[in-house]
């Protein structure tokens, strides 16, 4: 079974939590996700309000070690999200990072740039469908050769 890390804005802005939710769902269709509480604003704030910083970061970087994919929506900035692409490059993980377009925002040129990304830019969630079939059978192709 494929396990997958998925990230999104926690902290600095929950404003995607919805297409958080539809992205979780479409990822369960490949593996395990295994941070499915980011599209539950709910579960954010009963399971990972309560712990410290310190957990909440090593618990994190414990899935990043045992995922297979790492996949981030990255509309709303966060430095979390990047610092966790960060480490995700650095562990020699595939990474896909999602932005929608039609946001206003900017997706950032340290991730943007990045070789170690995979970028796609999207106007509605069900356009990743594909994507995340594509990306998912690729990295877990990558990975078994």
């Given at each position: 079974?494929?396990k ?31 941070t499915?509480?980011?599209?539950d ?7 990972d ?13 414990q ?14 900035a ?11 490059i ?6 896909l ?49």
């Amino acid at each position: 079974m494929v396990k997958i890390y998925f990230c999104g804005s926690i902290r600095g802005g929950r404003q995607l939590a919805s297409t958080y939710e539809k992205i979780i769902k479409m990822l369960r269709l490949y593996g395990k996700v295994l941070t499915e509480h980011l599209g539950d604003d709910n579960e954010i704030q009963t399971r990972d309000r309560v712990l410290s910083d310190r957990t909440i970061h090593d618990r994190d970087l414990q899935w990043i070690r045992e995922s297979d994919v790492v996949v981030a929506e990255v509309t709303v900035a966060s430095l979390g999200v990047g610092y966790e692409i960060g480490r995700a490059i650095e562990m020699d993980k595939p990474v896909l990072c999602l932005f929608n377009n039609g946001s206003g925002n900017r997706v950032s040129a340290m991730i943007a740039g990045s070789e170690g990304v995979k970028m796609h830019y999207y106007s509605v969630p069900d356009e990743l469908k594909s994507i995340l079939a594509q990306f998912i059978s690729q990295s877990v192709a990558r990975r078994t050769s």
